[in-house]
């Protein structure tokens, strides 16, 4: 399938994200709808982007996100809301209260999982030891080995959500911690392959777990051109995840990218910049009878003006 019939077919883009609350008239009655959240990159941005001027000055706000995550869920039934790391750094939040703040802030927004960036490791193992116990969200984490640091056994590789008897199996995915971050930091997490990782992980969610979608929360970043694995080699390398929700390249993509499988199968990939200015969203159509997907459709809102509660 080539990009442009996707988009015409499946995604309403931006202009149409008035669209999503509107139920699918006759067709509504036999499906069931899944409705896909998420954040990347948010960079301990609690509050909007100064307006100085500066791009995307104004945008953003945890404050904002809240309110529009909340009327979302009282609008939809069945919503995750999913984030692909680098929650801490870049504002004075994270440097007076090392992490705290963020994470009581998603908790109160109600995030359903998490994966690492590598800038969540910025205060070491110890740090985000410390903070964990403020995060009622779990982090997923299946290409980190933490048995020989002091939080082993502390993150699963995935988790399944269950919404009207749709299974979803989400798993996380980070980046070669080596050379983006101090040794002193990550101390023995052994790094592990993020292709065969992948495949492990479908193949558990798929054949043991009879999950009806598989979502990967991948911080390896969107593409690169010296080889380095990124989402796109992901998609392309291995089938039978339906949705690669990415980070750490801040790439802000208007539409997911589509990647199709000789069996047909198709992996989408988004990514919604940083700091918070977006929030991706995807509508999942399942069948009520098989709860096979039907219909997926995408919008990317920007966070840019006060959302009303009226």
């Known amino acids: 399938m080539k990009r442009r019939d996707f988009l015409k077919t499946t995604a309403l883009g931006a202009a149409g994200i008035s669209m999503l609350g509107v139920p699918f008239s006759a067709e509504a009655a036999q499906s069931i709808t899944l409705t896909i959240l998420h954040t990347n990159d948010q960079h301990s941005r609690i509050d909007p982007l100064p307006d100085d001027g500066r791009q995307y000055g104004g945008m953003g706000g945890m404050a904002r996100r809240a309110t529009l995550i909340e009327q979302i869920r009282q609008q939809e039934p069945n919503v995750l809301l999913l984030d692909s790391g680098d929650i801490w750094q870049g504002t004075p939040y994270f440097n007076f209260f090392n992490g705290e703040l963020e994470y009581k802030l998603m908790s109160q927004m109600k995030y359903d999982a998490a994966t690492f960036g590598n800038h969540d490791f910025d205060n070491g193992l110890e740090g985000l030891e410390r903070q964990l116990p403020h995060a009622s969200f779990p982090f997923l984490s299946a290409n980190y080995d933490f048995s020989k640091t002091i939080l082993k056994n502390r993150f699963a590789p995935y988790k399944i959500f269950e919404k009207q008897g749709v299974r979803i199996?989400?798993?996380?995915?980070?980046?070669?911690?080596?050379?983006?971050?101090?040794?002193?930091?990550?101390?023995?997490?052994?790094?592990?392959?993020?292709?065969?990782?992948?495949?492990e992980m479908v193949q558990e969610l798929r054949q043991n777990q009879k999950c009806n979608l598989v979502i990967c929360l991948s911080h390896l970043g969107y593409k690169y051109e010296d080889g380095k694995i990124d989402d796109v080699t992901l998609a392309q390398q291995v089938e039978g995840i339906d949705l690669i929700l990415g980070g750490h390249t801040h790439t802000?993509?208007?539409?997911?990218?589509?990647?199709?499988?000789?069996?047909?199968?198709?992996?989408?990939?988004?990514?919604?910049?940083?700091?918070?200015?977006?929030?991706?969203?995807?509508?999942?159509?399942?069948?009520?009878?098989?709860?096979?997907?039907?219909?997926?459709?995408?919008?990317?809102?920007?966070?840019?003006?006060?959302?009303?509660?009226?």
Do not use: C, M
């Open 252 to 310: 802000f993509l208007d539409e997911p990218d589509a990647y199709k499988h000789t069996s047909g199968h198709q992996t989408l990939v988004n990514q919604v910049g940083w700091s918070g200015i977006f929030l991706g969203r995807l509508d999942y159509s399942f069948s009520k009878k098989t709860k096979e997907k039907t219909d997926v459709r995408t919008a990317v809102i920007a966070i840019d003006t006060p959302v009303t509660t009226s």
């Open 169 to 199: 199996g989400v798993f996380g995915l980070g980046i070669e911690l080596a050379g983006l971050v101090s040794k002193s930091n990550y101390g023995e997490t052994v790094y592990l392959d993020p292709v065969a990782k992948a495949r």
